[in-house]
């Protein structure tokens, strides 16, 4: 069983950055590719970034390109989402998740994520 947990959300303004964080408890994330999605008011949930638990790579939306960085520290059981140059359409609630599967590439589907975190504000005013 993994449990993970979400921080760093908040209110910040356009062109502004955060650091959001995903601590993992009940087994490690070593192994386990890892992603961030998020969920805007009155929409589906969507894929944002996500990283394999072998090589690192990384794959990212395109609408995050290029302003967000996901990346993992495994000997902290952690993984980030720094998010640069931040657009008032990137609020959401941020969820945090992992695919124990051991798949050799970045998990996009989200039907392929079997533990999810339980999501952190993100509001970029305008």
């Known amino acids: 069983q993994v449990r993970l947990v979400e921080s760093g959300g908040g209110l910040v303004q356009t062109g502004g950055s955060l650091r959001l964080s995903c601590a993992a408890s009940g087994r490690t994330l070593r192994s386990a590719n890892m992603g961030w999605l998020r969920q805007a008011p009155g929409k589906e949930r969507e894929f944002v970034a996500a990283?394999?638990?072998?090589?690192?790579?990384?794959t990212y939306a395109d609408s995050v390109k290029g302003r967000f960085t996901i990346s993992r520290d495994n000997a902290k059981n952690t993984v980030y989402l720094q998010m640069n140059s931040l657009k008032p359409e990137d609020t959401a609630v941020y969820y945090c998740?992992?695919?124990?599967?051991?798949?050799?590439?970045?998990?996009?589907?989200?039907?392929?994520?079997?533990?999810w975190g339980q999501g952190t504000q993100v509001t970029v005013s305008s």
């Open positions: 998740a992992a695919d124990t599967s051991f798949r050799q590439y970045p998990v996009v589907r989200q039907i392929l994520y079997d533990y």
């Open positions: 990283i394999t638990w072998s090589s690192g790579s990384t």
